[in-house]
């Protein structure tokens, strides 16, 4: 099994000066570039909390326990740079599954340039995925989630709950529909937001900022808190998923997938409201939404079309909370 | 949960001014200093295969996950800075179990000096932890494993074999025993060789260097084959373990022990053999034992005290090779 991620590694283009020892010591030796800091972050991905065996293929499973902490990294404006990998497998998916899984995880390597250099492997009866990604920003630059003041301008990329929809979509299993619709695809293979997340950190544009991995109602009380402050969101400004007809899923409301769905990765940011005015609609292909200001009085306010004000409930994922 | 883990944080005297974030944001940032090389590294802890959950106390686990991931930064020489804690567990294990692993984890914390920066955490039916360790090693001091050249004289830190005397106490469940066997005591909470290690590279004295986490007969062949050589051992001095009649094991060979005995995490290193006359008998209290010398021969022979030659066999843990 080692040798197979090794031998995975070894025919990639996963190298860099940066990293005089990799895989195969005791531990990766790297070497930081001068006048930076270090942005450190791990992330579980465990079978059947996660993810499930039988309805994610092993290469998604590869991308995506990459991808989700290298959306950290983007949260904080920083570079990725190399990356340790923690697996268990059952004996059974040494073969075709870790092959796959392994193709996946070097196609996320090689996007976003971060190398693998070490890990730890055992056998267990469930596949646990722990991954700890070493990234580099600026001195002073990396951008913070306490940084938000009141007047400030709340921002998301992209479009949210799209994740949720393709995880729906797998969940009704509807084989038809399944290889067309882009929002499986986001479910399977994020993209982590780092060239927007480091943009926004080097211009100083950003006065907080995370990412979205447990759903904007979720999230938005975490920045929220971090900063002392609440926000008033329009809910008609949220940059909700379109809903195919085709997927015949009526019941699903795309404003409550947009507030509730986890996994999008993408960024939530705040911008101060003179900068917030000249900021683009996109960057580099992302839609860039102001979908609301950050204000004094502590508390998360949802304001629907009519001008109707209500308290926003949190139906993002807490694992202590309740079950998924 | 995370709540009580931050809490125990900032309680405690977990702080550095090379931290300027710690637990709280999307990922922790590390300052490193100048001229110096990250040494990083991850190790998996798993319940029902690296400890037992009515075995083992729970402040043991918190102790020993930390303590073996620094092990890894010993072997490289380095200096322990930070790490990250990846926690999953059953929900009715948030009370007091979490507070006493919180208790061993805060205690090895502190002792080694590597300041808890953050993590992840969810629920889970089993106890699984990961941690990762970022260490400092001054450019171009690192011991790797590769560095061994025939004639090197083979040495071990401190008595091998003890950590498994005190699995085997455990699996006979001696509880009369149990309290006071300092072998018990190394199976709970092993000390990583940080100081021993850093002395070892910073002077350059060790050609080669690793820990011992699966066993003399494990890992000694892995240090061979990262250098392209072979050894012999001459098995009268490897230092071997005294076996209290008390404990009631007359079946238990201490020489096997030795050999194939895993989760010592003592040093195994090599040294040139004109420095090696020079080498103290121990340092920092610990014993330093010449075991034997790296050969040209690709082998790996053990030499009995009559004079008899015979080939090592592969005694220590592979998890993919044999049921433990």
């Not at 099994?1 to 990293?19: E, L, N, T, W, Y």
């Not at 590869?62 to 990356?83: E, I, N, Y």
């Not at 996320?108 to 580099?136: H, M, P, W, Y």
């Not at 996109?282 to 009085?297: K, Q, V, Y």
Request: charge should be positive; glycine fraction near 10%; aromatic fraction near 6%.
């Amino acid at each position: 099994m080692v040798r197979k991620i090794r031998s995975c590694v070894r025919g990639g283009r996963f190298s860099s000066p940066q990293i005089p020892v990799g895989i195969g010591d005791d531990a990766a030796l790297f070497r930081p570039r001068p006048r930076g800091e270090l942005v450190l972050t791990c992330d579980w991905f465990l079978e059947g909390t996660h993810f499930l065996r039988d309805k994610h293929p092993a290469d998604s499973v590869g991308w995506k326990c990459l991808a989700r902490a290298l959306s950290d990294v983007a949260a904080m404006g920083g570079v990725p740079r190399c990356f340790l990998l923690s697996l268990t497998l059952p004996s059974s998916l040494t073969g075709r599954w870790l092959d796959e899984f392994l193709v996946g995880l070097q196609r996320a390597s090689r996007k976003f340039q971060c190398v693998l250099v070490g890990g730890d492997t055992t056998r267990n009866e469930k596949v646990l995925i722990n991954v700890t990604v070493v990234g580099e920003v600026r001195t002073g630059r990396a951008a913070l989630r306490s940084g938000a003041r009141p007047g400030d301008v709340v921002f998301v990329s992209g479009r949210l709950g799209e994740a949720e929809l393709g995880l729906r979509v797998l969940r009704h299993n509807k084989r038809a529909v399944r290889s067309n619709i882009s929002a499986l695809k986001r479910h399977f293979y994020p993209e982590p937001r780092l060239v927007l997340g480091r943009w926004l950190a080097e211009k100083r544009l950003a006065t907080s900022m995370m990412d979205l991995s447990d759903g904007l109602s979720a999230d938005l009380p975490r920045l929220c808190a971090a900063a002392g402050v609440g926000a008033r969101i329009n809910e008609a400004q949220i940059p909700a998923p379109q809903i195919p007809l085709v997927l015949g899923l009526p019941e699903v409301n795309p404003v409550q997938l947009a507030l509730h769905g986890g996994d999008d990765y993408e960024l939530l940011f705040t911008v101060g409201p003179n900068r917030a005015t000249f900021l683009p609609r996109s960057f580099a292909g992302i839609p860039l939404t102001a979908i609301g200001l950050m204000t004094r009085e502590k508390r998360i306010m949802l304001v629907d079309p009519s001008g109707r004000q209500r308290r926003l409930d949190l139906g993002g994922w807490d694992p202590f909370r309740t079950e998924r």
